[in-house]
């Protein structure tokens, strides 16, 4: 496999940055979530700055706490639905990539199928969607539910899911729409296919009314660090967000990620990896150790456990005392709730043998991402040694405050990424896909 020559970089947006407590520093936009002029700022420095793409995250419930916690933790408390964001932000870029994420959990294909074709084409074809499922505890009384369902289960539906919203996009050959006065035809019949699905889990009819889109289709986005999220993944993923602290590890991920990709019949190098990266920038060692300590300073205590709660799975830790290691009921723990991360934490937890403290301040930087200090060199250099010895593609970059820490990279890491060669410094094309380097998927009616 030839080594790509150049990352790719992506820019992950929470509203007031990804350290919890990002909202307590002086910086931050503090009504970050329903400030739409920040989000405008955000999406034009990194249009600038020539990333491949800006990603938002979701979730369907207000986080589910103890007063002492939601008061002093904006966790998804008041911020945009992301599509909606997208379509807004669509309209004051030209170029950049436009990523959220939608969960198959507790949407239909048909509503998904026709939100992201309706952002594809008011982008002109810069859309991505991220396929999750559900692991928020409070999400399915929102929809009339009791629980969440089974993590197998939910995975299986979700394939499912991702079936059928594929095949709505596939209505429409690319040249179905003639729209000739003259002749007043305005569309090919023989060029609109309806799905008829049937499955396990849903039924839909179709055909869906929005135009082809000028991509093809939507890219795909898979988040996972399970087996189950690496099957999904090597079968249907062009980019692959994941959790990963070392670079052996990722090198091991990556590799397997390949091999599964190609045993699916796919191209190796039509899937991008991209784990996360908080980067700490200073113009010095110290400012960049002074910058991050401040933020940690600022952790509460009763956030910091619940913030560890919610990587463990539900495990409650409101009474765990802050100096002592996880207890040994970790170890046999079941959930159905984010369960890599569970088995990832608590792994370190007993090798590093880690405090609770420890615990939620490691996690607490970048929920549980990579997080980098140094001056622009020094983080140049660790993604240089990560891009170069295949343990990724590129990376998700995570700033831990906004919008200065996306001010940080972009004016101080990026120049010099530039300058090595290894990032570019203009866009290669006008869709999301042609800027990725990935091809557009042939319709199936086509195909066949």
């Known amino acids: 496999m030839t080594r790509k020559k150049q990352m790719k970089l992506a820019a992950f947006f929470h509203p007031t940055g990804h350290h919890v407590a990002a909202w307590l520093h002086p910086g931050a936009q503090i009504d970050a979530g329903t400030n739409f002029r920040h989000y405008v700022h955000l999406a034009q ?46 309209a004051v870029t030209s170029n950049i990539g436009l990523v959220a994420t939608t969960s198959t959990s507790y949407n239909e294909p048909f509503n998904v199928a026709r939100r992201y074709a309706s952002l594809e084409l008011i982008s002109g074809g810069r859309s991505g ?34 079936d059928v919203v594929t095949g709505l996009w596939d209505t429409w050959e690319p040249d179905a729409f003639v729209r000739d006065r003259q002749s007043q035809i305005y569309l090919d019949p023989a060029k609109l296919h ?72 796919r191209s190796p190098d039509s899937v991008n990896l991209m784990p996360g ?23 509460h205590p009763d956030v910091g456990r619940s913030l560890l709660s919610v990587a463990l799975g539900g495990f409650d830790t409101s009474d765990l005392p802050l100096d002592e290691p996880l207890p040994k009921e970790l ?18 937890a007993r090798e590093d043998n880690l405090t609770v403290r420890q615990m939620y301040e490691q996690y607490a930087g970048a929920r549980g991402q990579r997080t980098v200090i140094g001056t622009p060199k020094m983080i140049a250099d660790q993604m240089e040694e990560w891009f170069t010895a295949e ?58």
């Not at 990266?277 to 952790?299: H, M, N, P, R, Y």
């Open 194 to 265: 309806t799905l008829n699905y049937k499955g396990q889990y849903y039924s839909v009819r179709g055909p869906l009314h929005v135009g082809p889109s000028p991509q093809g289709r939507p890219v795909i986005v898979v988040a996972t660090g399970s087996p189950e999220g690496l099957d999904l993944a090597s079968d249907i993923a062009e980019v692959v967000f994941t959790h990963q602290l070392e670079i052996k590890g990722s090198q091991k991920f990556y590799s397997e990620l390949k091999s599964r990709t190609a045993a699916r019949g």
């Open 129 to 162: 969607w991220n396929v999750v499922t559900s692991a928020n505890a409070a999400e399915p009384a929102n929809f009339g539910q009791a629980d969440l369902v089974a993590h197998a289960e939910r995975y299986k539906r979700g394939r499912e899911f991702y």
């Open 391 to 448: 343990a990724t593609d590129g990376f998700l970059v995570q700033p831990a405050v906004l919008p200065e820490g996306l001010t940080d990279f972009v004016e101080l890491v990026m120049p010099e990424l530039v300058r090595r060669g290894l990032f570019r410094s203009e866009y290669t094309g006008n869709t999301l896909r042609e800027n990725l380097g990935l091809s557009v998927p042939v319709n199936r009616y086509l195909a066949r």
């Open 45 to 90: 420095m990194a249009e600038r700055a020539k990333f491949e793409f800006i990603f938002l995250a979701d979730s369907l419930a207000i986080w589910d706490g103890p007063d002492s916690v939601i008061q002093r933790w904006p966790k998804y408390a008041a911020y945009f639905e992301p599509v909606t964001l997208l379509s807004g932000l669509a």
């Open 277 to 299: 990266l908080s980067a700490i920038v200073g113009t010095s060692l110290q400012e960049a150790q002074d910058k991050f300590d401040f933020l940690q300073s600022k952790i």
């Open 331 to 348: 170890d046999n723990f079941v959930t159905e709730r984010n369960t890599s991360s569970l088995t990832r934490l608590v792994k370190t």
